[in-house]
């Protein structure tokens, strides 16, 4: 009886363990990109969903759906351990870890749109001066069809 009991507190410290991980998880999001409030909320809404979800499955799997104080003890000071001792270290190598990455897609990104951006300039100058010699030429078109109509009246 008291191992069953043992056994199930060390489940539930388990579990506090990995809802202290989803919790990082959602701060290391937040911290890497930044979001609108709504995202925000829905990203809480999500955590609290997967939260209770996993409790109720551990409640149900391990303890036949009988809850017991011990249990909610054992989550508690599973998130607790989680927060004290690892979850520093974590964001700051997760974060630091997703910036660099980031940085690196940014360059590889730069470096593939480098000739499409020199491309477009080009293309832009040619059509500009398409441009401007077609409003030149219009003028001077224009300018001849008027000379020549005042011509013909005299």
Do not use: H
Request: with cysteine; aromatic share 16%.
């Amino acid at each position: 009886m008291i191992t069953n009991q043992a056994y199930l507190f060390l489940i539930f410290v388990i579990n506090g363990v990995i809802i202290g991980i989803l919790f990082d998880f959602f701060r290391i999001l937040r911290k890497s990109f930044k979001t609108p409030d709504f995202v925000t909320y829905i990203e809480d809404v999500i955590f609290w969903i997967l939260t209770g979800l996993l409790t109720l499955y551990s409640i149900f799997v391990f303890n036949n759906g009988e809850i017991r104080f011990f249990m909610f003890l054992g989550i508690f000071i599973g998130v607790a351990l989680y927060m004290l001792l690892c979850s520093t270290y974590i964001i700051k190598f997760s974060v630091f870890i997703i910036n660099k990455t980031k940085k690196i897609i940014l360059k590889i990104f730069n470096i593939i749109a480098y000739p499409i951006k020199l491309i477009y300039k080009i293309l832009k100058k040619v059509f500009i001066n398409v441009k401007n010699m077609t409003q030149k030429t219009t003028k001077i078109i224009n300018k001849t069809i008027k000379n020549t109509k005042s011509m013909k009246k005299m």
